[in-house]
Nanobody, 124 residues
Framework: QVHLVDSGGDSVQAGGSLRLSCAASGSILTIYDMAWYRQAPGKQRELVASITSSLAATYADSVKGRFSISRDSARETVLLQMNSLKPGDTAVYYC??????????????????WGQGTQVTVRP
């Protein structure tokens, strides 16, 4: 069975930096697009950044120039480097990936997976 585990969230002062990490595990044949989403209290989950298997990256306007997404296909990980953090970046951050992997019943399927979320808090 395929799992995504994200980590790296913390509480930092405004202007600080954090690096989030997400690792995929299980019986995996191919990882397609990977992404980071975030959800602040009382708000809908929003896309922060995404990266394709060919390493093409896109960013939400609110994080352009401050955040950088990268991936290591050999280690099946995706990173989110967050610099110049603002209080408005406070949210639970979730890793997301589209993966062709083996299910618990032995069948292979292409599905969307989510990490459990990691809390980022930026203090004024």
């Amino acid at each position: 069975q395929v799992h995504l585990v994200d980590s790296g969230g913390d509480s930092v002062q405004a202007g600080g930096s954090l690096r989030l990490s997400c690792a995929a595990s299980g019986s995996i044949l191919t990882i397609y697009d990977m992404a980071w989403y975030r959800q602040a209290p009382g708000k809908q989950r929003e896309l922060v950044a995404s990266i394709t298997s060919s390493l093409a990256a896109t960013y939400a306007d609110s994080v352009k120039g401050r955040f950088s997404i990268s991936r290591d296909s050999a280690r099946e990980t995706v990173l989110l480097q967050m610099n110049s953090l603002k209080p408005g970046d406070t949210a639970v951050y979730y890793c997301n990936a589209e993966i062709l992997g083996q299910e618990s019943d032995g069948l292979w399927a292409r599905k969307e997976y989510w990490g459990q979320g990691t809390q980022v808090t930026v203090r004024p």
